[in-house]
Each structure stands twice: as C-alpha cells, then as structure tokens.
C-alpha cells in the first residue's frame, strides 16, 4: 500500500517532492531505487509496483526528499496528524475480517514454527487447547524433520 502511494505521489508531482511515509521499508528504498538493479521478484503486483517506481523515479528531472515518520504516535504536529489522517483513510479500504482464532493460530505456525506450548501461550485462553496446539505442529510438513525419534539399541 505504501509503495503504491509512492507510486501514485510520483505520478501526479513531477515537480519537487517532499514524501512523508510510516513505513521504513519505503522510506529506506526509495532513495536508493535509482541506482539499483532490479532482480527477480517473486511477487508479480509487488514487481509491477516496484517497476513502475523505479521507472518514475529514474525519469525524474526534479528532486524528492523521503522522510520516515513512525506510525501511531502520539507527538503533536502537522505531520504526525497528516499520517493520522491518511492512515484512517486507508484503513477503511484495506481492512480485511480475521480468520478465526484456530486459522490464526495455524498460519502464525506455517510462518514462525514455533513449538506447542509457543503457539499454545501465545493465543491464550480463546486459542487452541494443547491437544490442537500439537496437532497443528504435527500436522506441519517442515516441523516434521525437526523431532527424530530417540534410538534405544546398543552400539549403533
């Protein structure tokens, strides 16, 4: 979303800019985009957006100036209120119902694999009981290597 408003601020200020964005991530890209040599990006939307920066900004006759301002803050000032504001905006239309309470849990492993008692701690009381939290982990396909069954011959 960030990069896109990027994009979009590039497209309708070809004169000098000033862009003020929360996210650190374009904050400490664009900068540098000029310059940079753009390799395989596995996400195509992401690609396409980046591209269209890249090409934006490398065409550009007039300066920009990116500043980072940290999101959710409560300091007085035009800026931080401006975030606010845009912030809202953008909420409204990017807001997106959460899975259920069990559905979170699972994805939180598929990308952390954490162990049970992690993943069992970290959702609390309205998360999976202990039972769900182990066959979550069991049922994971890269967890599985991870536990080797203990070998109880002699002289192996």
Request: charged share 15%.
């Amino acid at each position: 979303v960030e990069l896109r408003a990027a994009a979009l601020a590039f497209q309708c200020f070809p004169g000098p800019l000033n862009l003020v964005t929360d996210s650190a991530y374009v904050a400490a890209l664009l900068p540098k985009l000029d310059m940079a040599v753009l390799g395989h990006v596995n996400n195509r939307k992401l690609f396409t957006v980046l591209t269209s920066v890249w090409e934006k900004i490398r065409k550009r006759q007039f300066p920009f100036y990116v500043m980072h301002v940290n999101s959710h803050t409560s300091l007085p000032g035009f800026v931080i209120e401006g975030n606010a504001r845009a912030d809202a905006l953008v909420s409204v239309n990017v807001a997106t119902p959460l899975p259920n309470i069990h559905q979170q849990a699972v994805m939180s492993h598929q990308f952390y694999h954490q162990n049970w008692r992690s993943l069992y701690h970290q959702f609390g009381q309205k998360g999976p009981s202990q039972a769900a939290a182990c066959r979550i982990v069991a049922a994971c396909p890269d967890c599985q290597d991870v536990t080797s069954v203990p070998n109880y011959g002699v002289n192996l």
